[in-house]
T-cell receptor
Framework: AQSVTQPDIHITVSEGASLELRCNYSYGATPYLFWYVQSPGQGLQLLLKYFSGDTLVQGIKGFEAEFKRSQSSFNLRKPSVHWSDAAEYFCAVGPYSGAGSYQLTFGKGTKLSVIP | EPEVTQTPSHQVTQMGQEVILRCVPISNHLYFYWYRQILGQKVEFLVSFYNNEISEKSEIFDDQFSVERPDGSNFTLKIRSTKLEDSAMYFC?????????????FGDGTRLSIL
């Protein structure tokens, strides 16, 4: 069965500092990988996705993520954090089934706090 | 940008009562989903729906749960006899039907509180 591990429950960074949120997945084949962000009282907003091809993917709000098959990782990065980035971040994996319908498996999330 | 909308934002219900959560997926999307997030826990898949049928469901989605697309725009989740452990945030999502595997777009959720 597929699974996602986000080792960091809570991270605090200063505004302007760089950020890396870790994500490790377990899946028997090539996965589809996603990062979602959830601001308080809001739904899940897609930041970026990896399906195939270039292992470094760019997303919205200046975020990027790198797929490393050898490490089963899909870490999220941002070079300079803004106070508005404070939120909870979820890594998710979906199966490469080729079908249009698929279930996502989420990690437990990493809560990001930003110090002004 | 089109979005998934969910109503109500917060639902309070007595244990044992039926509850219906409503969702309006993005209009040209063909695949619909429900997920739930119990406070402090992971977001968990409940069910996927396509072409007026359930495509896949998790073990959480037992006989107390049902989904329906009553018209061309709404997608509902019904819990027949609610339990305390059904208290959670319920998210609806949708994805397009063409162009290969597409990401799911989520609504803001309905917070369900069972008393």
């Amino acid at each position: 069965a597929q699974s996602v591990t986000q080792p960091d429950i809570h991270i605090t960074v200063s505004e302007g500092a760089s950020l890396e949120l870790r994500c490790n997945y377990s899946y028997g084949a090539t996965p589809y990988l996603f990062w979602y962000v959830q601001s308080p009282g809001q739904g899940l907003q897609l930041l970026l996705k990896y399906f195939s091809g270039d292992t470094l993917v760019q997303g919205i709000k200046g975020f990027e993520a790198e797929f490393k098959r050898s490490q089963s990782s899909f870490n999220l990065r941002k070079p300079s954090v803004h106070w508005s980035d404070a939120a909870e971040y979820f890594c998710a994996v979906g199966p490469y089934s080729g079908a249009g319908s698929y279930q996502l498996t989420f990690g437990k999330g990493t809560k990001l706090s930003v110090i002004p | 940008e089109p979005e998934v909308t969910q109503t109500p934002s917060h639902q309070v219900t007595q244990m044992g009562q039926e509850v219906i959560l409503r969702c309006v997926p993005i209009s040209n999307h063909l695949y619909f989903y429900w997920y739930r997030q119990i406070l402090g826990q992971k977001v968990e898949f409940l069910v996927s729906f396509y072409n007026n049928e359930i495509s896949e469901k998790s073990e959480i989605f037992d006989d107390q749960f049902s989904v329906e697309r009553p018209d061309g725009s709404n997608f509902t989740l019904k819990i027949r006899s609610t339990k305390l452990e059904d208290s959670a945030m319920y998210f609806c999502a949708s994805s397009p039907g063409t162009g290969g595997l597409q990401p799911q777009h989520f609504g803001d959720g309905t917070r369900l509180s069972i008393l």
